[in-house]
């Protein structure tokens, strides 16, 4: 009788689950990009421990030993909600005592944990980076892909959308077009867009190609032209170009070839990049009314679409090893970030791009995040956010993306 019992609990439990997780699929819809808010996701952390990729990246320098000096990251993730099985041990110990650990993206239960969050705080979905010199190198890409699929489970587990956004860095040659190429081929092949969480608009999937036309990056027009080509023509793919900031009047930090014009107006959406742009909301109001405004009529009158990039804050003191401030572009306790999406939604944009979830190296992640000193390692330069203007929390960014989401929808659905 007591195994009955148990057993019904059991069958109850899946039940339950799997409504939960249907419900959950059903809850956004994925056919358009207007009214939604995605968050850019780097997806780049191993462990000598992954079964892939059996190396430290992105938490320390790399081939160097872990510590507080070869820290590569300015802002320590809050991993009190994991069990310390699904984390990295460091050999380093906080500053209550207790040893420090980090996270690998290899690992599904930590993405899915993330995607949680995204969906418990109001984020629609994430452009999941993929970048170009990891596509290069077969070692590495075998991990890239490793990470792909934990990204589309979990999106799919917590019915958040995800698409996917080439960076480009490192793209100089024809090769390096054809090697793009090859490997957008070999997802389709791998039927990545026919997931149910796979971000459409205008009826076809959307990819992004970022970095094209950038100032310190190396791609040709032609180059960018042959790209957006494929994709539009031969994939059949919406295109959306993170492209210079100043793409319209092609200065700054912008190329200046005039064939980078043409490039810009080929893309289905931009999302001029804006981290570093400006550095306090004085600047960013600014920045609203001398580029972003002309910039959305000038897409709006080509019939294209616009995605702002958003920011929390930005520092990268210990990824170039000491020689930036840290804490660069303070986060005011997140009074920058909602002004910046206060200024795109005034302006009329329909969907907003944050940078980003996860990038810690750059001091831009919006996920949970040490809040306070105990948290931290021992003798590390690290970043409490809002230490400087306000008490911590570990989720505040976390908040604030919601409410970014609810005032964006109201935006787009008049109210």
């Known amino acids: 009788m007591v195994y009955r019992k148990v057993q019904f609990y059991l069958i109850l439990l899946c039940i339950i689950h799997a409504i939960d997780a249907m419900t959950r699929a059903e809850a956004l819809d994925f056919s358009s990009l207007v009214g939604k808010h995605v968050a850019g996701y780097q997806g ?30 300015d802002l320590w993730p809050d991993l009190s909600e994991f069990d310390k099985s699904e984390l990295c041990s460091t050999g380093m110990v906080l500053f209550s005592g207790a040893p420090a650990f980090v996270f690998s993206s290899e690992n599904a239960t930590i993405v899915s944990r993330h995607f949680r969050w ?25 991990r890239s892909n490793v990470v792909l699929n934990n990204i589309r489970m ?7 959308g995800f698409f996917l956004m080439y960076d480009l860095t490192g793209l100089e040659s024809d090769q390096g077009v054809e090697i793009v190429e090859r490997d957008w081929i070999g997802l389709q092949n791998e039927h990545l867009t026919s997931s149910p969480s796979y971000m459409h608009h205008h009826g076809r999937p959307v990819v992004g190609l970022w970095g094209l036309g950038i100032s310190d990056r190396r791609a040709r027009p032609t180059m960018a032209t042959a790209l957006i080509r494929f994709f539009k ?21 912008s190329h200046r070839e005039p064939e980078w014009a043409g ?5 289905d959406i931009l999302s001029p990049w804006t981290v570093g742009r400006f550095k306090n909301s004085k600047e960013a109001d600014s920045f609203a009314s001398d580029v972003m405004a002309p910039d959305i009529n ?19 003191h ?61 003798s590390a330069s690290l970043l409490i956010p809002d ?29």
Not at 154 to 160: F, I, P, T, V, Y
Not at 263 to 267: A, G
Not at 332 to 338: N, P, S
């Open 44 to 73: 780049w952390f191993a462990c000598p421990s992954d079964p892939v990729d059996p190396r430290w990246s992105h938490w320390f320098h790399g081939g160097q030993t872990p510590g507080p000096k070869t820290l590569s990251v």
């Open 118 to 142: 995204m969906r418990e705080y109001g984020i629609d979905g994430v452009a999941v980076q993929r970048f170009f010199g990891q596509i290069a190198n077969s070692y590495i890409l075998a």
């Open 154 to 160: 979990a999106a799919e587990g917590e019915g958040r």
């Open 233 to 253: 023509d031969d994939a059949r793919v919406t295109v959306l170009g993170g492209v210079a900031s100043r793409w319209r009047t092609l200065s700054a930090d």
């Open 263 to 267: 490039v810009y107006r080929s893309f």
């Open 298 to 316: 000038a897409i709006l009158a080509q019939g294209k679409d616009y995605m702002p990039v958003i920011f929390p804050g930005f520092s990268w």
């Open 318 to 378: 210990n990824l170039q090893h000491g020689r930036a401030p840290l804490n660069q572009i303070p986060r005011q306790c997140g009074v920058f970030y909602k002004n910046q999406a206060r200024n795109a939604i005034g302006l009329g944009a329909t969907m907003l791009y944050t940078a980003m979830f996860d990038e810690v190296d750059e001091g831009t992640a919006i996920f949970k995040l040490a809040d306070n000193s105990a948290k931290l390692p021992l």
């Open 387 to 415: 230490a400087d203007t306000c008490q911590s929390k570990n989720d505040r960014y976390l908040e604030i993306a919601g409410q970014i989401t609810n005032d964006l929808r109201r935006r787009v659905e008049g109210k």
